[in-house]
Every structure is written in C-alpha cells, then in structure tokens.
C-alpha cells in the first residue's frame, strides 16, 4: 500500500501501475481512511537501482586530451563476462580496463564492433555476475518513465556506483531526420529523452524502465551543429539486439580469429590499392588515408585522405596494423571491400586490383 | 450551432469554443460528464497523494531564503534552520555579499540578514535573518539514510528569478551518494556530498535539498558543467545535513572554521588496499601509532576500501574532532582514537578567503569558480535593486562586530556571555579565592590530597608527592606524572571558576564540539593563558554546567582530559565529587572525591 502510495505521490503513473478493476475499490477506500503525513523511507527508486548497479560497469581507455574523456560507460550483459558499450576513440587502445560496481578491476578483449550501430562488445574474465538480459518487453513509448545509469563526468570511481538519473522518454524518433544536424553515423530510431544523459562519459550507459529491466543504450554526445544544443537519447535495445546476438556468438566475421585462415602467396596490400596510411605511430592508429595514388584503383573507386578505413570484408580493421593483416588474408586477385567513415557517413567501396 | 470565437483575457487574445442556442444544454452535459468521467479516473489515492506532495512542497518551501548581495547584484538561495533566524548557505554565496544581506522568503517579505560564521574549506556559510522569533525552519535529517533513487526537491533562487522572493522548485531524484567532488585549491571541497539530477542552476547555491517527506537532507552548493555552459545538465551535488550538522555549532561561534587533515596521506596501493602514504611525526596519528604502510580499515566507523572513501570521512569533521581509526599491519588490527589536525593555519585561512568581513563588499561577484552556481555571468532578469542605507540599519550594525579571524564577532562574544551566565548558575566562585582543599580516594586504590592555591598547587598522590609553582610558566609541569598535567590543568580550571572568561586570558567561544570519553556535543570555551598551548573548558550545552577540560601543555605531549561529575552543593557552589582523568587516550585516574572545603585566602608572600 505504502510502495502504492509513493509511486502515486511523486513517481511513476506508468501503463503497469494503474490499478485493476478488482483492486481499485479497495484502494478507493483505503485511501479515504489514510492519508499519510510523510513518506515511508522505501517509496523510491533505490531498490530499482540496487538491483541494476550490479550490471553497470565504468570503462577507462584512451582518451584525457582535448575535451576527450578518457572514460566512458559500460553494461554486463552475459554471464560469460560481456560488456556492451558504444564504440568510440575510448577503446583505442590495447589498455581497456573495465571496472565493476564492486571496485573490481579487469583488462577488457575487444570482441566485436558494430560501426553502423556504433556499438562494441568487449569481453572481461567474469562469470556468475548479475547482467541485463534482453527479454522481450513491452516497446517503450513517449511518456514512459526510464532511469538511465551511466558514468557521466566520470563522477564514479573504484566501487562507487554508477549515477543515476530519471525522466520520460519524449519521442522516438529517427536520427537520421536531422540528418546534417547531428554529426553521427548511426542514423536509426532512437528515443528522445527528457533526463540529461548527454554528457561526458555517459555514453555506453543504460536506459531502463522503472523496473530497471533495460530498453536502451546511452548514445554518444551529439550536439546539433546548428544550434549547439545537446541531444539526450538512447538507441533502443530492441534495434541492438540482433546485433550483440551476432558479435556474441561469433556470427559476425568482424571478430572471428585467424587460425583456420591461411595467407595467399599474393596477398593485397595499401600499395597495391594505390592509397597510403597515415604514419603508425601509436599501439592503435587509426587506419587513416593519408594519401590516394593517381591513376590507382583506389582513386577510380574515389577513396579520399582524411577517409578513416573501418573494416575490410566486414572485418575489423580500423587501425593500420588491423587492416594490413587484413589484407594480407586477401589474394590479389579479389575484390575488397573497405567500409569507411567520411564525416558523418559509412561508406562501402570495393576495391579489385586490375 | 456551435461558433468559435474569439475574446480576450488581461490582454491576450484567447480562442474558444462558445456555444450557442439549444445546442448549449447539449455542451453542458458532455463536458459535465467529461468532468465527471476525468474525475473518476484519477483514484482518490493520487488526488490526496498530490494534495500530500503540495503540502510537504509548501511547508519546505516556506523555509528556504532568496539571498541578495547588496548593491542589487549577486546572491543565491539559503535555508532556515531554527526558529530565530540562523539560516544555511554557501561560503562562495556570501562571500560578494559581505556580513550583511537581504533576504527575500516565500511570505513575500524581505529579511535583513548579518553573516554568523564561515567554513570556506566546505563552501558553508552560517546567516542569521532578524525581525522574528517564529521563522518557519528546515529539519535537519540524517543523510546517512539518503539513497541513490530517492525522491528529492531543491528550493531556491535560481538565475536570481525570486525577485517577488518566491522561491522556485525543482524536483527529481538523488542519483548518487557519499560523492567526492575534488576542492578549487584547498576551499570548496566537496565531500560526501549527494548528487542529484533536480535542476540545480546557478542562483541555486546555498538553497536546501529536501527529501521527499521535506525534511532537509542537503544544501546545493555545485554542478558538474565543463563543456555544457553553467546550466543544470542534471548533476548537481547538495553538501550532506550530517556535514553540516557536524559544522553548525561551530559556524554559530561566528568564527571562520576550519576542516581537518589527519596529518597523513593515503593513496591505493597496487593490490587496492588504502595505505599510508606519508605521515607527519606532529600528528596525533602518528602520536597514536599509525605509521608509513599502515592499511586503513575503518575510518570513523566506516569502511575504507577507496581514497574518496576515506576523504568522504575526513570531509565532514572541523578541525580538532577526535574521530576512531582502524588500521592493519602486519595481519593485525588497531583501533585508535585520533585528534585531527587543521588542514590550514589560521594566517593561511585568512589569507585564502581574503577579507570576508569586509566592509564593503563586492558590488558584483567575482567571476564564478568553475562548478559553482552562483550568481549567473549573465542575469536573464535583472535583480531588485534594493535600497541601501549607508551606513548598516542600527539594528543591523549591533550585530556586527568585525575581528580578524572571525566572520562575526558578536556572535562569539554572545555566546561566551551565554554560557558564562549559566555556568554561574552553578556556583559563582569569584568570592571563592582562598585554598581548594580535595581529599579523597583513587578508585585504583590509594589516598589522594590536592590544595590548589593561587600559586601553587600542592597535592599527595599514592605513587607520591606532586607540586606546579604557578608562578613560573606551566608548559613543563607535568605533574603528576604520566596525566599530561592534571595539576596545571585544575590550576586553570580553578583560575576561570574565579576570574571568569574575561579576566582568565585570551578566550574564545570554540562552538559545539564532542569529547572522546562522553556521548554527545558540549559548548566549548578555549582560553589561552601562560604558556600552555590550549585549554578547552567543556560545558553541557542544556545546563552551561562546567563538566570537562581538555589541556595541551605543550607540542610535545599529549592532552590531560578530565571529565567531572558527581557534582555535590559546598556552599551554594557545585563541586564535582568524581574526576576523570585521561592522557594520551589511556585513563590516567579516577579521582573520588570524599571532602572538599575552601579555605581563607591565604596571605601573598611579600
């Protein structure tokens, strides 16, 4: 009765907790014969929270110059060790630590990535851990109250747990309507939320109903370029899930190991496609083009400086060291096809040597 | 028919729906049942729980203050906290307003208000508003119990929009506790503070944080901004009502407070313990025990598995608070009791707050520190430009007495008055200068005689004779032995029962403070006289009865605590009849006293 009251008083009116028919007399009457003077201790969301801070975690990579925040937020979401974040600068770099709720620490795989979706999976020596399953739910709409859990300003440290905050979802919407406005790849539905979840290091957390059952992922900061104001929203789970299914089970070529794989005698190389890189200088530099060959395949397919080279035959390859491996596996003879990030854009061009 | 039409209300031009002819009976009884069936969807349980939620709003809301500089630029929010005035804010808040401010509350009236006290370290700030005895007041509540997730609302002035003095609420939920926000320097830390995504906006600062039963859990103070602008982006950080409970009978002194340091330094070592990190031989730590590698288990009865954790602690105590300390070595445990030490000297403190009792204040703040919403850069309306009488109103200017190292001085002196006239309640001793003659038992065994005179004092303890010649300075006499000084310390103690504070030395009102071998919190005077480096007198603050002495002699040693109670009539003065006392946090003796009497004054030598 008690929980009852308090949603009522400052909370959630959600779909779920309007009363039944048999319910509400009941309710009706005890309500003229109570009225409570203040609230019970319990009447929040803290239990909620309790239950879904176990499954956050805080993810620390590259980053800590120029307005880049080193850190960024992270979701268990396999009790095999699983970690659903966004896929940002944050994880260039071999030195991935995540930590949990409970201040431990671990050295976190990268598993797999989803450019389009700008997501990534990465993989952490844990099991018997609580984590956020995806089972199908009610589609969240505008007006359903949402908690969302993130790491935002990287406020949280060690065991402190992740901060929270609240609101409504005001909208789901396509991105890709404000195409132009909003400097991202990901142009799908997303919901619009009235909580400010858009700030440094927040990207990666989870969007959760008042159950604390999870219905989408912080996206990453995005300001309108137009008129400078930040967008909060998440990318609905129910848009990921296909895809963490398949970065999970290996159904995806982007994180398959190279053991059954073997090198032709002639393998393709950057040379060959008539594009250079930018100097590797780093553990992870990002597979930049630095520079396109006249008269090459790669300028007739118009692959341009400054085109940042994602994956090669949808496998991850966006550093230099990555995607010369990769080409290596590939005979000359073949086409390839890089995915690459032009502004805002991903772009497919296949490439065959002559 | 049904036409619309156009009509309009205080000049703006509203479109309507009016209905005309037979139709009108038709309207009526649509939107009558409309009404009706609206009405029935809302369970009375939500309606009486909204009615619930406009009480709670409104009866917090009637205590919070919208503060305004002078000169009409500037200010930020505060809250009521007792009956006569005295009011919560923050340091970086008054500090362009200097000791004096007008205050505008939610019954639409405007409050003169003079600074109490400061802790800059803390961004607390302690006013008083004058002209009632019945201000509404916030309750202080314990934020110990505050949870991620609990429903909590902020009351204040924000972009400095009260200027009809009605404060502005903003609601949402605590989205993290037990927070550690790094200090500017060494002023305006942030210490186990709560975070909330409530609109915290600049003009918010000071203002309280409520919980949602309206009991007060947290003054606003900070944001987290950086690229965003200095607006809400939902994480606003409230300093925790045990902080302030711990700081407020302190800031009531009037004085500038400080915040405390244990004279060590922890850092994680590389299998995530908390260890010791650097410790000064100075401190009572390292006089307790603590050393270079020590793990810290326990830190005032919580738990430290992180350096915030243990700052979280540290945060929340003043200077000089006696606090347990657990620490590890080798596979083993120590608890301690340790006195912590100032994080800065008293000329350091002034010089980093730079004049906040001036006179004058600043007609617009300074430039904001980042991460304090304070008086916006840019005011979307423009502040009341509030007449001001130079100099101060009368009845302002009796209330403000400047003194370097005090925000206000006459709030020191009151309560020294105070004190002193119930403690003289007890037994006005200043008739009573002759010899002090104690005899009696040690409840460790033995006879005891102590005759405390002008001076000297004479005393026979079963481990042997014990003297202290007043008359030389008292710093190295110890006697006897192994208690710190207990003679010494009873010389002083006679010395303010007879002179009083103003003739004893140099005195000052500390403020509510603990003691390690009693529960609860005691008005606390500390005088300096000779050269014994501090003597705290101990009263309860119910009585004003004189019941503790804390004495340091010298760096060197430690304190000779003594505690009395079994008070008992000698002439219409109260005697205490058992002594306790401690040195070094080990008890030194229990002194039962089975006759006292005062002899004549004795003769001075010529």
């Known amino acids: ?354 | 028919m049904i036409q619309a039409h156009c009509w309009t209300v205080n000049g703006r031009r509203r479109r309507a729906v009016r209905p005309r002819g037979a139709s009108l009976l038709a309207v009526c009884l649509v939107i009558a049942s409309s009404i009706t069936a609206f009405a029935t969807e809302i369970p009375p349980l939500v309606r009486n729980a909204e009615q619930e939620r406009i009480r709670v709003i409104a009866k917090a809301k009637a205590t919070a203050v919208c503060i305004f500089a002078r000169g009409g630029h500037g200010g930020g929010s505060g809250v009521l906290i007792s009956p006569d005035g005295f009011a919560l804010t923050n340091y970086h808040v008054v500090k362009p307003a200097g000791n004096y401010m007008k205050c505008g509350m939610d019954d639409g009236k405007l409050y003169d208000a003079v600074l109490v006290g400061l802790d800059p370290t803390g961004d607390v700030a302690l006013i008083k508003l004058l002209g009632r005895n019945d201000f509404p007041h916030a309750i202080l509540t314990d934020s110990n119990r505050v949870c991620s997730g609990d429903w909590c609302f902020a009351v204040g002035n924000p972009f400095l929009l009260a200027t009809d003095f009605h404060p502005t609420v903003t609601y949402g939920i605590v989205s993290g506790v037990h927070r550690y926000q790094p200090p500017a320097g060494t002023l305006l830390e942030y210490t186990d503070c709560i975070q909330t995504d409530a609109s915290i906006n600049p003009g918010n600062s000071g203002g309280p944080l409520f919980n949602a039963a309206g009991d007060l859990i947290g003054v606003n103070g900070r944001g987290s901004f950086e690229k965003r602008g200095r607006v809400n982006v939902g994480v606003g950080y409230a300093i925790s009502s045990n902080q302030l409970r711990n700081f407020l009978g302190y800031l009531k002194s009037g004085r500038i407070v400080d915040h405390a340091t244990l004279g060590a330094t922890v850092a994680t070592s590389d299998d995530g313990r908390v260890v010791v990190s650097n410790i000064l031989d100075s401190s009572n730590a390292y006089r307790r025990g603590l050393r270079y590698g020590d793990e810290i288990v326990a830190f005032s009865g919580r738990p430290i598995s992180s350096v915030n954790e243990f700052k979280n602690v540290l945060g929340i105590y003043p200077r000089g608070w006696n606090v347990s300390l657990k620490y590890r070595r080798d596979g083993q445990d120590f608890t301690i009791v340790v006195r912590l030490m100032g994080v800065h000297s008293r000329r350091e403190l002034l010089s980093k707050i730079q004049g906040p009792t001036a006179e004058k204040p600043e007609p617009s703040p300074k430039k904001p520190k980042p991460n304090q919403p304070d008086a916006p850069k840019r005011q979307p309306r423009p502040a009341p430009q509030i007449p001001l009488p130079q100099p101060l109103p009368p009845e302002v200017t009796k209330l403000v007495q400047p003194r370097e190292g005090y925000a206000n001085y006459f709030f020191n002196q009151e309560n020294q008055k105070r004190i002193w006239a119930a403690t003289v309640q007890h037994g006005d001793f200043s008739k009573s200068k002759g010899q002090w003659l104690f005899s009696g038992v040690l409840t460790a065994g033995g006879n005891f005689q102590i005759a405390l005179e002008d001076s000297r004092i004479l005393a026979q303890f079963p481990s042997g004779p014990a003297v202290v010649d007043t008359t030389l300075d008292l710093d190295q006499q110890t006697d006897p032995e192994g208690s710190g000084g207990l003679l010494a310390a009873l010389h002083l103690w006679r010395r303010l029962l007879t002179l009083g504070p103003d003739e004893f030395g140099e005195m000052f009102y500390l403020g509510t403070a603990p003691t390690p071998s009693q529960p609860g919190l005691f008005d606390v005077l500390v005088g300096t006289y000779n050269v014994v480096q501090e003597t705290r007198f101990l009263f309860e603050t119910t009585s004003g009865k004189l019941v503790g002495m804390e004495m340091a002699l010298n760096d060197d040693i430690d304190r000779c605590d003594i505690m009395f109670s079994k008070f008992k009539a000698y002439k219409g003065l109260q005697i205490p009849h058992k002594i306790d006392v401690r040195h070094g946090n080990q008890q030194f003796a229990t002194i039962e006293v089975s006759n006292f009497e005062i002899k004549t004054p004795t003769a001075k030598k010529p």
């Open chain 1, 1 to 354: 009765m008690s929980r009852r009251f308090a949603l009522a008083l400052f909370g959630p009116h959600a779909r779920s907790s309007e009363p039944t028919a048999v319910a509400l007399p009941a309710m009706l009457l005890l309500s003229y014969l109570w009225v409570p003077s203040d609230l019970p201790a319990d009447d929040s969301y803290a239990q909620t929270i309790s239950a879904v801070q176990p499954k956050m975690v805080k993810i620390y990579g590259a980053g800590g110059i120029r307005g880049l925040e080193a850190y960024q937020s992270g979701l268990i979401i396999s009790d095999q060790g699983h970690v659903l974040t966004v896929w940002s600068y944050v994880l260039d770099t071999e030195d991935v630590v995540v930590v949990l709720n409970d201040g431990r620490r671990f050295q976190s795989q990268l598993i797999g990535a989803d450019p389009r979706l700008g997501i990534a999976i990465l993989r952490i020596e844990l099991t018997e851990t609580p984590y956020f399953t995806r089972q199908a739910s009610a589609e969240p709409e505008p007006g359903d109250r949402i908690l969302a859990f993130s790491n935002l300003y990287g406020v949280a440290t060690g065991n402190e747990p992740a901060s929270v905050l609240h609101g409504t979802i005001a909208a789901r919407t396509q991105l890709a309507a404000r195409r132009g406005a909003f400097k991202t790849t990901y142009k799908g539905p997303v919901f619009i939320l009235d909580a400010m979840t858009n700030n440094p290091g927040a990207a990666g957390g989870a969007l959760t109903d008042r159950q604390g059952n999870l219905i989408g992922l912080l996206g990453k900061e995005l300001r309108n370029a137009e008129n400078e104001i930040w967008l909060n929203y998440a990318i609905p789970i129910a848009v990921l899930a296909n895809s963490i299914d398949d970065l999970i089970a290996g159904r995806t070529p982007s994180q398959a190991g190279n053991a059954d794989r073997q090198k032709p005698a002639q393998a393709l190389n950057p040379t060959l496609l008539g594009f250079v890189l930018i100097p590797d200088v780093l553990d992870k530099t990002p597979a930049f083009v630095d520079n396109v060959r006249k008269g090459s395949v790669a300028e007739k397919m118009q692959l341009q400086p400054d085109d940042l080279i994602l994956f090669a035959n949808e496998r991850i390859a966006s550093t230099c060291k990555q995607l010369v491996e990769e080409l290596s596996f590939i005979d000359r003879i073949d086409p390839v096809t890089l995915t690459i990030q032009r502004g805002q854009n991903l772009i497919d061009i296949t490439l065959q040597v002559p």
